[in-house]
């Protein structure tokens, strides 16, 4: 009997020859079934015999409908309505035909926010677990422990554009660094540097465990971000490892690590808010580090040493970046917010009130470093390229702020908190 005959037109037919739902029919149906509305009909004609057993009892469990089954010479053909025990599974369906614009010859992460995946929530749903954002979830699912769950609180507008930043600038602390290019130091200028990339190290290990850290509480649909503190997290890596060694390679070894240091930096992973955290990190201690690893740069004693701080130097502005463009976000949506984050400074300050006091090894071998040399005269030049260094840290700081928005007083009060850790 011909579908016209029967009353309904099907929306859609498929030839399912001679297979029976064990051998792939099931997928099958199940493909074209997806693709009709609820309440459309599939004209299926198969040439099985089994199927007059199987077919209705896989409708039942399905919630789809056998309106009727026809033969049709040595063939069978089932009509089979859509029904919506399928559809409730899912509050949507997924996009299709939505192309993204490229630019230039490639496929920029910035780009991808198109269609659903373009819809970045205020508030995500944790029980979207590990769906891509744009995916069509199941319903019931059991919500995942992310604790980030609102855009404002972890969002910045670049981060995309900074992700890709991220990925082109990766080096390779083996393999770029031209380390056979070292040359014997005096002895006390190549034990400041090895004092020096022995400090360095160890902040970096606070830059990579902070955003790691956090990670596994921000939401996937906020990508972009995780996608992000993901790069951090290795070029925080690379930066351990290449300070580390370049303090090896030339005939030193890392040198004192200071319970300032270290108190300080256990007051960075104690932290509990991300953008509370982000503020402290990025904007505050990684801005101060720009300045520290210029500073280092330029009185580099060689040019291997030059090139590790200077390609590092190039990966944290990335991070101040974001941090930065985070903050803005973050007080954006509430001017407020900006006595929680001076709260923060106050409060991890306080913690830190008992260890004054820049360390004195980094100290001494920052002079070195800039004085290249211990007569009077140079460590007299010494002493003031450091004191001018801080000086630098600290206005570029209040500028920082007063960029965010804070008033003049309160970025000097909140720069004069800043630990003398640097980070």
Same mark, same amino acid.
């Given at each position: 009997?011909?579908?016209?005959?029967?009353?309904?037109?099907?929306?859609?037919?498929?030839?399912?020859?001679?297979?029976?739902?064990?051998?792939?029919?099931?997928?099958?149906?199940?493909?074209?079934?997806?693709?009709?509305?609820?309440?459309?009909?599939?004209?299926?004609?198969?040439?099985?015999?089994?199927?007059?057993?199987?077919?209705?009892?896989?409708?039942?469990?399905?919630g789809h409908e056998l309106v009727d089954a026809e033969p049709d010479g040595p063939r069978t053909v089932y009509r089979i309505r859509r029904g919506e025990r399928g559809a409730l599974m899912f509050?949507?369906?997924?996009?299709?035909?939505?192309?993204?614009?490229?630019?230039?010859?490639?496929?920029?992460?910035?780009?991808?926010?198109?269609?659903?995946?373009?819809?970045?929530?205020?508030?995500?749903?944790?029980?979207?677990?590990?769906?891509?954002?744009?995916?069509?979830?199941?319903?019931?699912?059991?919500?995942?422990?992310?604790?980030?769950?609102?855009?404002?609180?972890?969002?910045?507008?670049?981060?995309?554009?900074?992700?890709?930043?991220?990925?082109?600038?990766?080096?390779?602390?083996?393999?770029?660094?031209?380390?056979?290019?070292?040359?014997?130091?005096?002895?006390?200028?190549?034990?400041?540097?090895?004092?020096?990339?022995?400090?360095?190290?160890?902040?970096?290990?606070?830059?990579?465990?902070?955003?790691?850290?956090?990670?596994?509480?921000?939401?996937?649909?906020?990508?972009?971000?995780?996608?992000?503190?993901?790069?951090?997290?290795?070029?925080?890596?690379?930066?351990?490892?290449?300070?580390?060694?370049?303090?090896?390679?030339?005939?030193?070894?890392?040198?004192?690590?200071?319970?300032?240091?270290?108190?300080?930096?256990?007051?960075l992973l104690e932290q509990e808010d991300f953008s509370q955290a982000s503020f402290l990190l990025s904007v505050l201690g990684e801005g101060?580090?720009?300045?520290?690893?210029?500073?280092?740069?330029?009185?580099?004693?060689?040019?291997?040493?030059?090139?590790?701080?200077?390609?590092?130097?190039?990966?944290?502005?990335?991070?101040?970046?974001?941090?930065?463009?985070?903050?803005?976000?973050?007080?954006?949506?509430?001017?407020?917010?900006?006595?929680? %984050? !001076? +709260?923060?400074?106050? #409060? $991890?300050?306080?913690?830190?009130?008992?260890?004054? =006091?820049?360390?004195?090894?980094?100290? /001494?071998?920052?002079?070195?470093?800039?004085?290249?040399?211990?007569?009077?005269?140079?460590?007299?030049?010494?002493?003031?390229?450091?004191?001018? %260094? !801080? +000086?630098?840290?600290? #206005? $570029?700081?209040?500028?920082?702020?007063?960029?965010? =928005?804070?008033?003049?007083?309160?970025? /000097?009060?909140?720069?004069?908190?800043?630990?003398?850790?640097?980070?």
């Open positions: 009997m011909r579908p016209s005959e029967r009353g309904e037109d099907p929306a859609a037919r498929f030839d399912g020859e001679d297979l029976d739902l064990a051998s792939g029919l099931v997928f099958a149906l199940d493909v074209c079934l997806s693709d009709l509305q609820v309440g459309e009909v599939l004209e299926l004609s198969s040439s099985n015999p089994a199927l007059a057993h199987e077919l209705p009892a896989w409708c039942r469990g399905t509050r949507d369906r997924p996009d299709w035909g939505v192309t993204p614009t490229f630019r230039h010859d490639g496929f920029d992460t910035r780009d991808w926010l198109v269609g659903k995946a373009g819809e970045i929530p205020d508030r995500a749903d944790p029980a979207t677990g590990f769906a891509p954002r744009g995916a069509v979830v199941e319903s019931g699912s059991e919500p995942f422990p992310y604790t980030v769950t609102e855009r404002d609180r972890v969002w910045a507008h670049n981060v995309a554009s900074l992700y890709e930043l991220a990925t082109e600038g990766q080096w390779d602390a083996s393999k770029d660094i031209r380390w056979r290019d070292l040359r014997p130091l005096p002895t006390h200028v190549e034990r400041a540097v090895c004092q020096i990339m022995t400090h360095l190290a160890e902040n970096e290990y606070a830059a990579l465990y902070v955003p790691a850290r956090f990670i596994p509480t921000i939401h996937p649909h906020f990508t972009e971000v995780v996608l992000f503190l993901s790069t951090q997290v290795v070029d925080e890596a690379r930066h351990i490892e290449a300070f580390t060694k370049r303090a090896l390679a030339n005939g030193g070894g890392v040198q004192f690590s200071t319970a300032l240091t270290q108190t300080s930096l256990r007051s101060t580090f720009l300045e520290y690893l210029a500073f280092v740069e330029r009185f580099a004693p060689d040019p291997v040493t030059a090139d590790i701080v200077r390609r590092a130097r190039i990966d944290e502005a990335r991070h101040v970046a974001f941090g930065v463009e985070h903050a803005r976000h973050y007080l954006g949506a509430d001017p407020d917010r900006a006595q929680i %984050l !001076h +709260d923060a400074v106050e #409060r $991890r300050a306080a913690f830190l009130a008992d260890a004054s =006091g820049a360390s004195p090894h980094v100290e /001494e071998a920052l002079v070195l470093l800039a004085a290249g040399g211990v007569s009077a005269t140079r460590i007299r030049e010494g002493t003031v390229a450091v004191r001018q %260094l !801080h +000086d630098t840290m600290h #206005r $570029r700081r209040v500028r920082r702020l007063t960029q965010l =928005g804070f008033p003049a007083g309160t970025a /000097e009060a909140i720069s004069e908190l800043h630990t003398s850790n640097f980070m």
